[in-house]
């Protein structure tokens, strides 16, 4: 409370916190009794007997109790006033770039690190599962970035783009051989080209609405990839994508192949790490792109049509195109990213391209803080770097028995963690706005400011 | 329209029916150049909805809003576009343009039409220079070669939003906020709102500034600020200005020329002061005397 005030807590506080918590624990005895306190199981006989659990009401009694308590002690614990976002900007902008720019030199030296940390052996599973798959989720968060958090147009289909992207990339090598590098543009430009077919439509439509729609839309997407056979494969996919190559060097065994160029040793290593620093420069690429366009009228004009679109026409902007470009712009970094994909893991089905991956995308998008490049980032990186982490923790059945499978939980701590972060940060990881342009000091815009659009 | 000015801005015939709400019934006016003109009417009036006919937000149901910027157009091409089912003409005395034919984008960026909204409508969230620079998009648009050239950095480019600043600061300086430039636009107290969106109205460079309400909320002495702002603005920029307003004082004070609505119909359309003596203008806002009443009331029983 205030800092200002004597010391020593009321006794009365105590007691009101302690009621507090016995309060949630009653709750959670109300709630862990029918849930957790009886089993039926089957005997030997076949027959259905009652197993109690108590000891599992107890810990549920006990963690809601102290857990409860322990809120309300940091709730409680005097805290320094916080500077009103705005005043300190100029600072927290300096450690912004700080923060940058070692973030960067991290991901530049990321396979080197991982290489002499794990073994040539070991270094494949963090440079693929942990630096590429993050990587494809941060461009793909970035890039809906454009649409959701800049433009503020909800859109659930984005997984539509990604798969336009990387079928693309599929259809035009196999039936003009074109070479990865060659479907690169062309995936980005068709995704961006069903960005504006999409757009069209749904330009009337708001919120909900709007929301609907991409989703209906992203569906006819894989049903169609799912159901026109002769072109797609249907559910048996695309196999044999080339990998990218270096400079027209193949990543194989052959005598023309990257390591016997070089006078290496082959290992599928040097693939892995190529890879990687192909889906790093897309996605600098990507964010590159973001915050110059922020900074330019067409940004700015997504950013003002997020606030308000009436005022927008009022102000000649014609919000019909401004929205179009905002989607074509959006998917075509989708595109970008699908076509990445195909050629990173040479076989696409329909499989990959499910509503789960749109919902995960935006997930990214909304947990790290609409419109912000790094908060976009750094959910990616908790929501998809969590996922590997969960295959990594064989340990624990070693204390929960052989049968305890980690990933099982991965929609669990999912939910857990988005329940929680929105009770924590309901605007996303990093809220606050940093403005496009200033006239003497540039402050961050306050997060309860800043619209989340409605269209 | 004895006004010797050169008419900017004619409406004739305007009606707008919503299902059988007539809301504007056969509605002609002209606000002329360089002059402010006032729409006053009781609540529900309809004045507001002639602002969206004007603006574009409306299609108005039948009748013609001509804008004629840059003088008295010969009626020949008046007529001319109306029966081309064009949306504007460049003739002998500057182009002239049918508003209603227009969506209200274009009404903004072709016709130089600015508006301010009586529930203020700013980008809260972007700080109150974003606020004036939005406002100047199409030539910032341009200047960036639709985005191309403003990607790599052009000179122009940085130029032109250059220039953008310096009209924004101007502004700024006019309606004193230069000190809040940097701050968000949710923040600035209501007064400070209303002027800002003033200012970025200005700031698109119109020919025509609506004002819808421009000082509902306000206190005595910012009204009185208000219109000294307003007369200011209009004889630095020879801008005409056309204004709904419930503050009678202010609309006193500043108009040139003042039209009465009431329930869809236009009831008076002269100068504040033939205006303010108008028998019929005192009964549609204090409503009809009792003997009046009683007078209706034996109509109606006969």
């Known amino acids: 409370m205030d800092a200002a005030q004597p010391r020593p807590m009321a006794t009365s506080a105590v007691a009101s916190m302690l009621k507090d918590a016995l309060g949630s624990a009653l709750v959670a005895l109300g709630l862990a009794v029918p849930i957790l306190a009886l089993r039926t199981e089957q005997n030997m006989a076949n027959e259905l007997i009652l197993q109690p659990r108590w000891g599992y009401v107890g810990i549920a009694v006990l963690a809601a109790f102290v857990g409860r308590l322990l809120y309300l002690t940091a709730a409680r614990a005097p805290r320094l006033p916080r500077p009103r976002a705005g005043l300190s900007t100029a600072a927290a902008g300096n450690a912004g770039r700080i923060f940058a720019v070692a973030g960067l030199a991290l991901l530049l030296l990321y396979p080197p690190l991982a290489l002499t940390l794990a073994g040539s052996a070991g270094s494949i599973k963090w440079i693929d599962n942990f630096g590429i798959q993050i990587l494809i989720y941060v461009m793909l968060g970035w890039g809906l970035n454009i649409v959701v958090g800049l433009a503020g147009l909800l859109d659930l289909g984005y997984v539509a783009f990604y798969a336009v992207g990387a079928y693309s990339t599929a259809l035009l090598v196999h039936n003009f051989g074109f070479g990865f590098w060659l479907c690169l543009p062309i995936a980005g430009i068709m995704a961006a080209f069903w960005g504006i077919m999409l757009g069209f439509p749904v330009l009337r439509l708001r919120g909900d609405y709007l929301a609907i729609v991409t989703l209906a839309f992203g569906e006819i997407i894989r049903l169609v990839l799912i159901n026109w056979v002769p072109v797609t494969g249907g559910y048996a996919g695309i196999s044999g994508i080339p990998r990218p190559t270096f400079f027209g060097i193949p990543f194989n065994a052959s005598d023309e192949g990257f390591a016997a160029v070089f006078g290496l040793e082959f290992t599928p290593l040097y693939r892995t790490i190529f890879l990687f620093y192909v889906i790093l420069a897309l996605a600098l690429l990507t964010n590159w792109v973001t915050l110059r366009l922020r900074r330019l009228p067409v940004g700015r004009a997504w950013e003002a049509l997020r606030e308000d679109e009436i005022a927008c026409r009022s102000l000649g902007i014609n919000t019909t195109n401004t929205k179009l470009t905002a989607f074509a712009i959006g998917a075509g970094f989708g595109g970008f990213a699908g076509s990445f994909f195909a050629a990173r893991q040479g076989f696409i089905s329909p499989e990959s391209f499910t509503f789960l991956e749109s919902a995960l995308v935006v997930a990214i998008v909304v947990l790290g803080g609409m419109g912000s490049q790094i908060g976009v980032a750094i959910a990616a990186i908790g929501m998809i770097g969590g996922t590997e982490i969960l295959r990594e923790l064989d340990w624990l059945k070693r204390i929960f028995g052989a049968d305890f499978e980690p990933t099982h939980y991965r929609m669990l701590l999912f939910g857990l963690a988005m329940v929680l972060l929105m009770i924590w940060r309901p605007r996303g990881l990093i809220a606050s706005r940093r403005p496009s342009i200033f006239l003497r000091e540039r402050r961050a815009v306050r997060a309860e400011l800043v619209r989340e659009g409605h269209g | ?302």
């Open chain 2, 1 to 302: 329209m004895a006004s010797p000015a050169a008419p900017l801005l004619a409406v004739e015939h305007l009606t707008m029916r919503f299902g059988g709400l007539i809301a504007i019934d056969d509605l002609s006016f002209a606000a002329s150049k360089g002059e402010i003109t006032a729409i006053i009417g009781p609540n529900g009036a309809g004045k507001t909805t002639v602002f969206n006919c004007i603006t574009g937000f409306y299609k108005p149901t039948s009748g013609r809003i001509l804008l004629a910027l840059g003088g008295e157009p010969p009626a020949g091409e008046i007529d001319a576009l109306t029966g081309s089912g064009r949306r504007w003409r460049h003739g002998a005395a500057g182009t002239i343009l049918l508003l209603e034919r227009m969506p209200d984008h274009e009404i903004a960026a072709r016709a130089r039409i600015a508006r301010t909204f009586q529930n203020i409508r700013l980008f809260s969230g972007m700080t109150v220079l974003e606020n004036l620079i939005v406002a100047q998009h199409n030539p910032l648009m341009r200047a960036s070669g639709w985005t191309l050239l403003g990607l790599i950095g052009a000179r122009s480019y940085v130029e032109a939003e250059r220039r953008a600043v310096e009209r924004a600061t101007y502004w700024l300086d006019k309606v004193g906020l230069m000190e809040r430039a940097d701050d968000p636009a949710g923040d600035l107290p209501y007064g400070a709102q209303r002027r800002l969106e003033i200012a970025r109205a200005m700031c698109t460079e119109p020919a025509l500034l609506c004002l819808d309400e421009p000082a509902a909320g306000l206190n005595p002495r910012e009204s009185s600020d208000l219109t000294t702002l307003l007369k200011a603005i209009q004889s630095e920029h020879a801008l005409s200005i056309l204004l709904i307003e419930h503050d009678m004082t202010v609309v006193m004070e500043i108009s040139d020329h003042v039209i009465v609505l009431d329930y869809g119909q236009k009831i008076a359309d002269s100068t504040p002061e033939v205006v303010r003596n108008d028998p019929k203008v005192i009964a549609a806002y204090l409503g009809v005397e009792d003997t009046e009443v009683e007078q209706v009331e034996a109509e109606i029983a006969r």
